[in-house]
């Protein structure tokens, strides 16, 4: 019966260690500096801010520098009663991050102020005012489709989205771009079919 090859590796490397030098002795390593621990991944739901000034750097952050310096800054209380927390001199309005499970804070322009007013207002929008904003932070919306959608229906999910910028009160001008949200890496309209219909447009 030939030995297996499994056998004759076993006593080759007993012949080699049986034949070379006796292994000298070395000097005890210092045990290596352990790495510091990285800081525990953020999980659940984004708690807003609290404070006038913790809302003011949330409402600023949704827009670049340049408009959110010197933008007037509102915050909205639970009753959706609006309180001015720093009055700005050019025609943007930021608002900082709410209620909803990730950051959402956001900036608009004087049509889109408009625009938003009207959406919680639950009124339509004023006719022929595109609005312009920014959410460079991203957004959580309990619905794509439901404007007033307070939490998802069952067996769906927030509509997250990154980085982005909008256009508001675009009525049917923008057919063609996909009216759902099953890919947010590319433009695509949030509340279709619906008096806030507006274009959602990534930036990152």
Same mark, same amino acid.
């Given at each position: 019966?030939?030995?297996?090859?499994?056998?004759?590796?076993?006593?080759?490397?007993?012949?080699?260690?049986?034949?070379?030098?006796?292994?000298?002795?070395?000097?005890? #390593? %210092? /045990?290596?500096?352990? *790495?510091?621990?990285?800081?525990?991944? +953020?999980?659940?739901?984004?708690?807003?801010?609290? $404070?006038?000034?913790?809302?003011?750097?949330?409402?600023?952050? #949704? %827009? /670049?520098?340049?408009? *959110?310096?010197?933008?007037?800054?509102? +915050?909205?209380?639970?009753?959706?009663?609006?309180? $001015?927390?720093?009055?700005?001199?050019?025609?943007?309005?930021?608002?900082?991050?709410?209620?909803?499970?990730?950051?959402?804070?956001?900036?608009?322009?004087?049509?889109?102020?408009?625009?938003?007013?009207?959406?919680?207002?639950?009124?339509?929008?004023?006719?022929?005012?595109?609005?312009?904003?920014?959410?460079?932070?991203?957004?959580?919306?309990?619905?794509?489709?439901?404007?007033?959608?307070?939490?998802?229906?069952?067996?769906?999910?927030?509509?997250?989205?990154?980085?982005?910028?909008?256009?508001?009160?675009?009525?049917?001008?923008?057919?063609?771009?996909?009216?759902?949200?099953?890919?947010?890496?590319?433009?695509?309209?949030?509340?279709?079919?619906?008096?806030?219909?507006?274009?959602?447009?990534?930036?990152?």
């Amino acid at each position: 019966m030939k030995p297996r090859p499994i056998f004759l590796a076993l006593a080759l490397a007993m012949l080699l260690v049986g034949c070379s030098s006796p292994p000298q002795p070395q000097q005890t #390593a %210092a /045990p290596p500096t352990a *790495a510091p621990a990285p800081p525990p991944a +953020a999980t659940g739901p984004i708690a807003p801010p609290t $404070t006038d000034e913790g809302m003011i750097k949330s409402a600023m952050s #949704a %827009a /670049p520098e340049a408009v *959110a310096k010197d933008a007037t800054i509102i +915050a909205l209380d639970e009753k959706m009663q609006v309180r $001015t927390l720093r009055q700005g001199t050019n025609m943007w309005t930021c608002i900082p991050d709410g209620p909803s499970p990730g950051l959402d804070p956001m900036c608009v322009d004087k049509n889109g102020l408009e625009w938003v007013q009207a959406w919680l207002g639950h009124k339509n929008p004023p006719a022929n005012k595109i609005g312009f904003g920014y959410m460079l932070m991203g957004g959580s919306d309990a619905s794509n489709d439901d404007p007033f959608a307070t939490a998802p229906a069952e067996g769906h999910h927030w509509v997250d989205t990154g980085p982005h910028v909008m256009i508001l009160n675009i009525g049917s001008r923008f057919e063609g771009y996909p009216a759902t949200h099953d890919d947010t890496k590319q433009p695509f309209i949030m509340f279709p079919k619906t008096p806030y219909a507006h274009l959602m447009i990534p930036v990152k």
